[in-house]
């Protein structure tokens, strides 16, 4: 059985952390703990309610605290933050925003710290491929997917409109209020608005160390042109024809304002670089379940963003380099489901896009790729058995107005996956996966200006896991148990690099590398319920990984750790919730990491540990739910470096004050 997406208007609240799905006739409702472990492939996910105990004010937040995810953080609120899978690196890894994929062709990476909280009602992470088979065929071609579904209208009975504001504030000039608005409008139809500002100076305090170590030799500092404005506007239309037809539209807006904060050295702590982005995007989803066998679902994007990015100090004959970038994108999915029985179903999917980049800059090639993706899977879940496998697609083209364009591309990218139930008493799964796949060349990688190699070819990944997952419910006073253990095996070739040329100065994108990558990912949650109105929740994580770099038996890096990459990292939440709030306590802990491929001293960074707590309390006053929440976040006042000479924030404060309408 394939389980399709969240009914749209559903004639009850929300249930507490659970999902539930429509088919005909049939509506199944399940843990979201319990499904990521009955998974075939790793799966991590946090809930509506979880989210906001997590305290997490953007979604980089939240990504930390899964298991076998690195976030290179820049430092501060208006940091850029990317998210890299196993070590795979960022362009591996695809992020989707209700469904449909967020792009970027000119970097390959998605800055996450552009994405907020305020209405998202899941964040998941999928390694490998998503469970379901029935989703477009861009879910298929990546290493693995952070999906974002957002908030779907909620009506009790009677009831035609609902929604929420709140305002957050906190240290260094945070201001960040926002509304989330839904309305009903006639029997089939709804609307939901979203707004939010958020708004800081960013002006931490840190330590400046004149030595590599830490001693006598050090100053406090400020951290400068760190201020940060961002804007982000969400309309969206739910159409709900019958419990078999929905259609969904959304129309986004965001731009930002940032200065960006340069690296902190002895010699050089001063920083004029800002940054402006605007990003629009309107998208669409229409699902028909035609009967018990057959089910179509097609999705439509136009994607158009623009960035600009100004240094005054730069050393040029005009004194200063400013550049405008525009992209957009043109996107088409479409793809039909076939059950042919309970336990046996089918799917094809067929999408395609047209991207392109304008730039301001000197000779620019003006880039447009057209890619074309097909995939075939299949699926077969029974009691104790679930197998899954498909077949990717991909096509492409390139075309440039100037100079000479990268070559077009056609592969094949199989995926296989498999789990079993052992035992008829004990919910024990074995489960395992394969999976080849590739990322293309970014545009800058093909053709920034002295930089770019139209000759590149994809960069090759191929992934295997092998894991162990366990589940028990209802166990005493223990409510909920799951655990999972997985062991992987990750083969990069054909790993695009820079290298110098001529001198240091010039650089140039080549297929140079090979890295082999080898670890272990392990998380587990319970639940204890030990009286009425009472409840403890604890979860997470650990991660161990060898990344190594085996590109030349010859080189200085050859079989060393690769860099900005821990053998270690894990994570923990714990939440008790009483009748009159909820305690929550996060912890993240990273091992050391060198900023570059050679491990010696000078280039380690020390490891870090994290912590953070928040009080919240939910009450009633002249008839309005009232949210209160008072969060310490980095309680030891640490100001560590994810990245050499970017130090994060130190002890900071929040508060919020929300509502229920």
Not at 158 to 183: D, E, Y
Not at 585 to 592: D, Q
Request: net charge positive.
């Amino acid at each position: 059985m394939v389980l399709c997406p969240l009914l749209l208007f559903a004639q009850k609240q929300r249930a507490d952390s659970a999902h539930t799905y429509s088919l005909p006739e049939v509506i199944v409702t399940e843990k979201y703990q319990v499904r990521d472990v009955k998974s075939a492939v790793p799966t991590q996910s946090f809930s509506y309610e979880q989210l906001q105990r997590l305290g997490a004010l953007q979604l980089s937040d939240v990504v930390k605290h899964f298991a076998g995810v690195n976030i290179k953080d820049y430092g501060g609120i208006g940091g850029l933050k990317t998210v890299s899978i196993r070590s795979l690196g960022a362009e591996h890894t695809a992020v989707s925003y209700d469904g449909v994929t967020i792009t970027d062709y000119q970097t390959g990476q998605i800055d996450i710290g552009r994405y907020s909280l305020e209405n998202v009602e899941q964040v998941s992470l999928s390694i490998g491929q998503d469970n379901s088979i029935f989703q477009p065929a861009r879910l298929f071609a990546s290493a693995g997917i952070l999906n974002i579904s957002t908030l779907t209208p909620v009506f009790a009975k009677g009831q035609r409109f609902n929604g929420t504001a709140s305002v957050k504030a906190g240290s260094w000039g945070l201001i960040n209020p926002s509304f989330h608005l839904q309305q009903k409008a006639g029997s089939r139809w709804a609307l939901a608005e979203t707004a939010e500002w958020m708004s800081s100076d960013g002006r931490y305090p840190f330590t400046l160390y004149y030595t590599n170590q830490e001693g006598n030799l050090s100053s406090k500092e400020k951290r400068n042109n760190t201020e940060v404005r961002n804007l982000r506007l969400e309309s969206e239309l739910f159409g709900n024809f019958s419990d078999n037809e929905q259609l969904r539209l959304k129309v986004y807006y965001y731009q930002s304002s940032r200065g960006l904060p340069g690296s902190t050295t002895y010699y050089y702590n001063h920083s004029s670089q800002h940054l402006w982005d605007k990003n629009f995007f309107a998208q669409s989803h229409y699902l028909h379940e035609l009967n018990r066998h057959w089910a179509f679902q097609a999705s439509a994007k136009w994607n158009w963003s623009y960035q600009h990015y100004l240094d005054p100090d730069y050393n040029n004959t005009a004194g200063k380099t400013e550049n405008s970038y525009f992209q957009q994108e043109y996107y088409l999915s479409a793809s039909l489901l076939y059950r042919l029985c309970d336990r046996l179903s089918f799917s094809f999917a067929s999408d395609e896009s047209l991207n392109r980049l304008n730039a301001n800059l000197t000779d620019f090639s003006f880039p447009q790729r057209f890619t074309w993706l097909s995939v075939a899977a299949m699926k077969y879940v029974d009691t104790h058995f679930t197998l899954s496998s498909s077949l990717l697609s991909t096509v492409t083209d390139e075309h440039v107005r100037a100079g000479s364009a990268g070559a077009g591309h056609r592969r094949l990218s199989p995926f296989a996956s498999f789990s079993v139930k052992p035992f008829n008493d004990h919910d024990i799964r074995l489960r395992f996966f394969y999976k080849d796949i590739f990322r293309l060349p970014t545009f800058n990688d093909l053709y920034y200006t002295s930089i770019g190699n139209t000759s590149l070819r994809p960069e090759k990944t191929r992934q295997f896991n092998a894991g162990i997952t366990y589940n028990k419910e209802r166990w005493g006073i223990v409510s909920l148990l799951t655990a999972s253990v997985d062991a992987y095996y990750n083969k990069v070739t054909d790993k695009i690099v820079a290298i110098p040329t001529k001198n240091l100065v010039i650089w140039s994108m080549t297929n140079l590398g090979k890295v082999d990558m080898r670890g272990l990912d392990m998380s587990g949650t319970i639940s204890v319920v030990p009286c009425r109105g009472w409840s403890i929740d604890l979860s997470g994580n650990y991660s161990y990984l060898k990344a190594l770099d085996v590109t030349d038996s010859n080189g200085k890096t050859y079989k060393q750790q690769i860099a900005y990459t821990p053998r270690i990292s894990a994570s923990a939440q714990c939440a008790v919730v009483s009748p009159w709030a909820t305690l929550s306590y996060t912890y993240l802990h990273s091992g050391k990491r060198y900023m570059l491929g050679q491990n010696i001293g000078a280039n380690r960074l020390s490891g870090y540990d994290d912590s953070s707590i928040s009080l919240r309390r939910v009450f009633t006053y002249k008839g309005l739910s009232w949210t209160t929440a008072v969060e310490v976040l980095n309680i030891m006042n640490r100001n560590y470096e994810i990245v050499k000479n970017f130090p994060m924030p130190g002890r900071s404060f929040r508060i919020q004050i929300g509502v229920k309408l």
